[in-house]
């Protein structure tokens, strides 16, 4: 069975940090781009980051450069976000996605992943 399978939400302090895991299951890792993206009360879903497993080319929002760090175990087929200096604002519900990799931007659109988790909730307060 193909399946994403997040992991690592919770409830933390601004400022504290997070990281979330991404594993998946039923593809061959490489060749693919894998990322990140979140949905908030009330917004639309958006990119966090993607990253293409076989270069490591990234790509980032630009509210989270300098906070948050994507990267992949290939060996283990996962994904993590590692997220630092957490913002209220970061509040929200994170989802994996996954896509063969044609080439250009990673995760340039969500319509380019046709594999998707089911999320896990990201709260950011004191």
């Known amino acids: 069975e193909v399946q994403l399978v997040e992991s690592g939400g919770g409830l933390v302090q601004p400022g504290g940090s997070l990281r979330l895991s991404c594993s998946a299951s039923?593809?061959?890792?490489?060749?693919?781009?894998i990322g990140w993206f979140r949905q908030a009360p009330g917004k639309e879903r958006a990119l966090v980051s993607c990253?293409?497993?076989?270069?490591?080319?990234?790509n980032y929002a630009d509210s989270v450069k300098g906070r948050f760090t994507i990267s992949t175990d290939n060996a283990k087929n996962t994904m993590y976000l590692q997220m630092n200096n957490l913002k209220p604002e970061d509040t929200a519900v994170y989802y994996c996605a996954a896509g063969y990799y044609l080439g250009g931007m990673p995760c340039a659109t969500a319509r380019d992943l046709e594999l998707w988790g089911q999320g896990t909730l990201v709260t950011i307060s004191s």
């Open positions: 039923g593809i061959t890792f490489n060749d693919y781009h």
């Open positions: 990253i293409v497993t076989n270069d490591g080319t990234t």
